[in-house]
């Protein structure tokens, strides 16, 4: 498990050291640092050696397959004092710790230091899984076949439908999140019995069209006292169903040791969804471990209630809330009691409501 990531001289942090938990919340203003966080972690994956085959220096490259940040220079702090950047994230198992100087004149990010391959390959060992704020949302067509057979749901959840229709009847491993009231334990099972916590009524049909390699999805609705509806393509149901799928299938579908990165998972749902979503969370983190970027106060709470709940013991869940001061980032980590209370409320910290309120209930002058 993923327990602390250390942040020196990195776009908005000076310096910093974030503690993690089984489930992590990433909250605050924007552009406060919460999106970078997550770049870090995935900034781990796009180490390599240098293009020149003659050395064993090792290359932090900010564009890659999992973020584009265009050239080092944007990744040093604007402020700092010295043109190194460190990225350092400590596991149960092992502490990765990678210094990298900013050169002027190449604009590039390479250790001072040598190293072994056998170093560099112990990055393999970072399980992450990551889907994008920006996911796909309602397609005529998934991919299905490509050139590119990644056994993952891409970082745009893209192959979410294609995992329903190799993987579909596979049993969900975690006992955690089975639905009780799924038709069965096999993956296709479970998502539909979640799609419909998130909408009520919902049901989804997948199918590949293998001769052109792509895939399809529709949705239907059960109509009470009457038969369901046909099924309708993702363009005609709006985006909630379809930008929540990829992340059902993330959550259920997760192994033990991975570390699921989940931008706005809350994105385009109903309140009603998203609260049921986070209890899915909470459910899916007995077996991978969950770090959520979200502006959600749904999200938030639905976490609280699980807590209350039991489905999540309050030692496995962080809350940090990021604030900036300039360009500078900071944050908030209150605690979490056995009864979904917090420790203290940071000013700003899904707060709105009650200012909202205040502003309604406030007498007008005169």
Not at 197 to 213: H, I
Request: hydrophobic share 40%; with cysteine.
């Amino acid at each position: 498990m993923l327990t602390n990531l250390y942040l020196e001289n990195f776009k908005g942090f000076d310096l910093i050291n974030i503690p993690f938990r089984p489930v992590t919340l990433l909250a605050g203003l924007n552009s406060a640092g919460k999106s970078s966080v997550i770049q870090a972690l995935l900034l781990l994956k796009q180490i390599g050696y240098q293009r020149d085959p003659d050395t064993d220096h090792v290359e932090l490259f900010p564009n890659g397959d999992f973020v584009s940040q265009g050239s080092g220079r944007e990744l040093l702090h604007e402020f700092a004092t010295t043109d190194e950047i460190c990225i350092a994230c400590q596991t149960d198992a092992q502490t990765h710790n990678w210094r990298f100087r900013y050169d002027r004149l190449t604009h590039r990010l390479v250790t001072e230091d040598t190293y072994e391959r056998g170093d560099l390959a112990t990055l393999a060992g970072l399980r992450f899984s990551y889907l994008s704020a920006e996911r796909w949302g309602p397609r005529l067509t998934y991919p299905y076949e490509d050139a590119e057979q990644t056994e993952g749901l891409g970082i745009f959840g893209e192959y979410a439908i294609r995992r329903l229709i190799d993987h579909g009847e596979d049993p969900v491993t975690n006992i955690r999140v089975r639905h009780p009231n799924a038709k069965g334990v096999g993956l296709l099972h479970q998502v539909q019995a979640w799609l419909g916590e998130l909408s009520p009524g919902v049901r989804l049909n997948v199918k590949p069209l293998r001769d052109a390699g792509v895939s399809v999805a529709g949705f239907g609705f059960e109509r009470r006292g009457d038969v369901a509806s046909r099924y309708y393509r993702p363009t005609h149901v709006g985006f909630g169903l379809t930008y929540s799928l990829a992340i059902l299938v993330a959550l259920l579908s997760s192994e033990s040791e991975t570390v699921l990165l989940l931008e706005n998972p809350e994105a385009h749902l109903h309140p009603r969804g998203q609260t049921q979503l986070a209890k899915l969370i909470a459910l899916a983190s007995h077996s991978a471990q969950i770090v959520i970027e979200t502006h959600s106060d749904h999200i938030m709470n639905g976490l609280r209630v699980a807590v209350k709940n039991q489905d999540i013991f309050p030692a496995d869940l962080c809350f940090h809330y990021f604030r900036r001061d300039g360009v500078t980032s900071h944050i908030d980590t209150p605690v979490i009691n056995v009864d979904g209370r917090l420790s203290f409320w940071p000013d700003g910290f899904f707060d709105e409501h009650e200012h909202v309120l205040a502003a309604l209930v406030q007498r007008s002058k005169g």
